[in-house]
């Protein structure tokens, strides 16, 4: 009975492929037609301008508070890139640029941020989640998604995403256990973008890395360069190609960073440098992503520029909508819509003595 | 003496305990560098150090369930959990073990330790960030729930809560955290967890209220004597478990007619247990059936609707008149 080292493979690997000099490993380059290509740089050029507009309302007093996610385009867009239509997608907070990917529409995120419910899509083919504010609640929520679709016999994949905080919470750990227990077709993609809030990575997890986390649950961890589009798409499809062939999930560390802050009601300043934040400026994904489609000979500045254009317009046309649909839509009787299938009958009354009440002061005229 | 805000009172009552008794150590969510995400533990990093007010990674089971081992082993451990919605999440801890460890040991254990979190709507905040659940922990035997109203009893009922030897949820309200200043005095101030406080002495409505709901109680009873000439004898829970029901009960064989406003969702909201227990013990008093102002019983829509949502003074004033005149 001696005392022996038992040998655990690792299956952690990193990855990159462009890097921040915008320089290419050719043999790792995955095979991404071109107009997929050219679609990818069009998402994160419009994740980051709306972001900035977002910001600007949000100073106004437009919308309220929300989560910024510029830096982390390459990181959302290249893992959601190979998704389906028929796959599901449970965001946390901080994942707007691959919802708007997947087919939310700008309009439906202004209405959200600026406190509307309606902002919550309810369109019967849109199988992504709502976002999930409650840390790495959601992951779970895709594991139970993936293991109706094995037992559906489907070849669809369920995606989570959670940041480098929501590895700390229990609900992380028990999806990575089940999905391993259940060979769950499931992809959960941890943006570790360095920041939970105030609090750095280095203070989260003694670990090395977070795709390690992968390992005590049997189940294929990856890093990879979350700011290189072409490892994370090429990561993705990967872990997805994989879950579909019913070979069960896989942990994708993200490796990018939080450009921003945490949400605008946070001040960065107080716990981080800005030269901590310079040196990110220059792992910019999406200068790098231009610097690979101009080398390929399919991007130029001038197609940049006309893009730049109409994204611009693009996101007017939203922000006049959105802002067009909150003026008419201040309906506050919709406030108990949605909570049942049927109103109970006391919640009835209720919503019958609000209205009553509503109609006295319209009679007023004011509210005191 | 200084007039501050609630805020500033909060981290006036964690330093000055923190000075007094090095058994007292916060923690939670960005509670150090960052002073917590109201600035409530604001400098205490600096002046305490990083072993007394301690960043936990991200995990609220994680900071109850440590906070209960502390507290097991001696410590006074003051945790935040950053916004009530994600309490749930340590739910168990308090349920399971912090309330009944007393009981469990046959009192060999205590588990004095204090939950400060944010509740209530009214900041214009993210979903999750508005609920107002302290039914929740009011129906936990074994467990103390506080909700102060302002920057003076905010203070006092901290460090009573700090002192207190059984575990404590503290909840501040969001709305009321820089709304107003209050003069707050420098010497030591506590006062007793489970007693309740007139504010507003009136013979005619007596209004039960707690929290951030105060303000508009207190305004309305303002508007009742000016406009209506209604005398109201306003009450201020403080402790919503154990609560105290002396004073209501006392007030309403005076006046005969009662009030309660909470945010909470009506149905068994604590108004819920104050008209049981004015049923229980003033129901000859009564002249007219006890109205209660609260949140209905549905999820606090996002903010553009959430002040439709909330009681307000125009609504408890439309309560009040109906109760004064049936």
New interface residues.
């Given amino acids: 009975m001696p005392r022996k080292k038992i040998t655990i493979p690792s299956k952690v690997e990193s990855l990159s492929i462009l890097n921040e000099k915008g320089q290419l490993d050719k043999t790792l380059e995955p095979d991404i037609p071109e107009e997929l290509l050219l679609k990818l740089h069009r998402a994160m050029v419009l994740g980051r301008r709306f972001d900035e507009r977002l910001l600007s309302l949000q100073r106004q007093g437009r919308i309220g508070t929300f989560a910024p996610i510029t830096g982390q385009e390459a990181s959302q867009l290249g893992a959601v890139a190979p998704l389906r239509d028929t796959d599901w997608m449970a965001p946390s907070f901080r994942e707007m640029a691959a919802e708007l990917w997947r087919g939310k529409a700008m309009e439906s995120v202004i209405l959200a941020y600026g406190g509307y419910n309606e902002g919550w899509p309810d369109e019967k083919e849109h199988n992504d989640l709502p976002v999930a504010i409650p840390v790495a609640s959601q992951v779970l929520h895709a594991l139970g998604i993936a293991w109706a679709m094995k037992y559906r016999q489907k070849d669809d994949v369920a995606m989570a995403f959670l940041g480098d905080g929501g590895t700390s919470e229990g609900d992380f750990h028990e999806g990575l256990n089940f999905a391993g227990v259940y060979q769950a077709p499931v992809i959960i993609i941890c943006q570790n973008n360095q920041w939970a809030i105030s609090v750095p990575r280095s203070k989260q997890t003694r670990s090395k890395t977070l795709a390690q986390k992968a390992l005590a649950y049997d189940i294929p961890g990856i890093q990879v360069d979350g700011n290189d589009i072409l490892a994370v798409y090429a990561a993705s499809k990967e872990a997805i190609d994989r879950a579909r062939a019913g070979e069960g999930a896989t942990l994708i560390e993200n490796v990018t960073y939080r450009m921003m802050m945490h949400t605008t009601a946070d001040d960065p300043k107080r716990y981080r440098t800005d030269k901590e934040v310079n040196a990110w400026k220059k792992r910019d994904p999406i200068i790098r992503f231009q610097k690979y489609l101009i080398d390929k000979g399919i991007l130029s500045d001038k197609k940049i520029n006309t893009l730049e254009e109409d994204v611009k317009a693009e996101i007017q046309g939203a922000v006049d909508n959105a802002e067009a649909m909150m003026k008419k839509t201040i309906e506050p009787m919709d406030m108990f819509n949605h909570a049942y299938e049927e109103l109970p009958p006391y919640t009835e009354q209720q919503r019958k003595e609000f209205e009553e009440e509503l109609a006295e002061i319209g009679k007023e005229g004011n509210h005191a | 003496m200084p007039k501050v805000t609630m805020v500033q009172a909060l981290n006036m009552a964690l330093r000055q305990e923190m000075e007094k008794d090095d058994r007292v150590i916060i923690l939670g969510?960005?509670v150090?560098?960052?002073?917590g995400?109201f600035r409530v533990t604001d400098g205490l990093v600096q002046e305490f150090g990083e072993d007394r007010s301690v960043?936990t990674?991200?995990?609220?089971?994680?900071i109850v369930g440590m906070s209960i081992g502390m507290a097991l082993y001696g410590l006074r451990p003051v945790c935040e959990i950053q916004f009530s919605?994600?309490s749930?999440?340590n739910f168990h801890q308090i349920e399971n073990h912090a309330a009944r460890l007393r009981w469990r040991s046959q009192g060999r254990f205590q588990v004095p330790m204090v939950l400060r979190t944010p509740y209530g709507g009214g900041v214009?905040?993210?979903?999750?960030?508005s609920e107002s659940r302290e039914t929740f922990w009011s129906h936990i035997p074994g467990l103390k729930m506080v909700i102060p109203s302002g920057p003076r009893n905010a203070r006092a009922l901290l460090v009573s809560a700090i002192r207190d030897p059984d575990p404590v949820i503290f909840y501040e309200g969001k709305a009321i955290y820089r709304a107003f200043r209050e003069e707050v005095p420098e010497e030591e101030e506590t006062m007793p967890i489970g007693q309740s406080q007139r504010v507003k002495e009136g013979k005619d409505l007596t209004m039960i209220s707690y929290g951030a709901m105060m303000r508009p109680t207190l305004q309305a009873a303002e508007?009742l004597q000016e406009k209506d000439g209604i005398e109201t004898d306003v009450i201020d829970l403080l402790t919503i478990s154990p609560m105290d029901d002396t004073l209501f009960v006392e007030s309403v064989q005076k006046t005969g007619r009662a009030l309660v406003v909470h945010e909470a969702p009506?149905?068994l909201g604590p108004g819920a247990e104050i008209v049981s227990r004015l049923v229980e013990k003033a129901f000859y008093y009564l002249e007219a059936p006890v109205a209660r102002v609260t949140g209905?019983?549905?999820?606090i829509?996002?903010?553009?609707?959430?002040n439709?949502?909330l009681p307000?003074?125009?609504?408890i004033l439309?309560a009040a008149r109906k109760v004064m005149s049936s």
């Fill in positions: 969510e960005d150090g560098l960052d002073g995400v960043d990674p991200l995990a609220e089971s994680g919605g994600f749930y999440h214009r905040a993210l979903e999750h960030h508007t009506r149905t209905f019983d549905i999820i829509p996002l903010f553009s609707r959430e439709a949502y307000n003074v125009h609504r439309r």
